[in-house]
């Protein structure tokens, strides 16, 4: 399988746009596209993951501390670790969830 990511990459008005990239029954990968001002409140995964930022700038909240959403950015995640995010401008990243 091969994707060109950046072609992927699509804004609502508002909202998020997600696309399932790739998975099976262990691995989750999905392409989130948050636009500016949009905000995903606490939640948990039962999953072990990681973020990484495609482009934009936004706030990563985990676990209490804040991470700058800036392209390149990589965040991992404890499974039921809790999160949350805010998009300050039109912000992608890849999720990317395993089920070990």
């Given amino acids: 399988m091969h994707e060109q990511i950046n072609e992927l990459i699509e804004y609502s008005k508002k909202g998020i746009l997600s696309k399932s990239i790739a998975g099976n029954d262990k691995l989750d990968i999905t392409l989130f596209c ?14 072990q993951g990681f973020v990484y930022v495609i482009e934009g700038n936004g706030v990563f909240n985990l676990e ?37």
Avoid: Q, R
């Fill in 34 to 47: 948050m636009a500016k001002g949009t905000e995903m409140s606490e939640h948990t995964s039962t999953k």
């Fill in 64 to 100: 209490g501390k804040e991470i700058k959403m800036l392209p390149g950015v990589f965040i991992y995640m404890n499974e039921n670790a809790v999160h949350s995010l805010k998009a300050d401008e039109n912000t992608s990243f890849i999720l990317t969830l395993a089920n070990y």
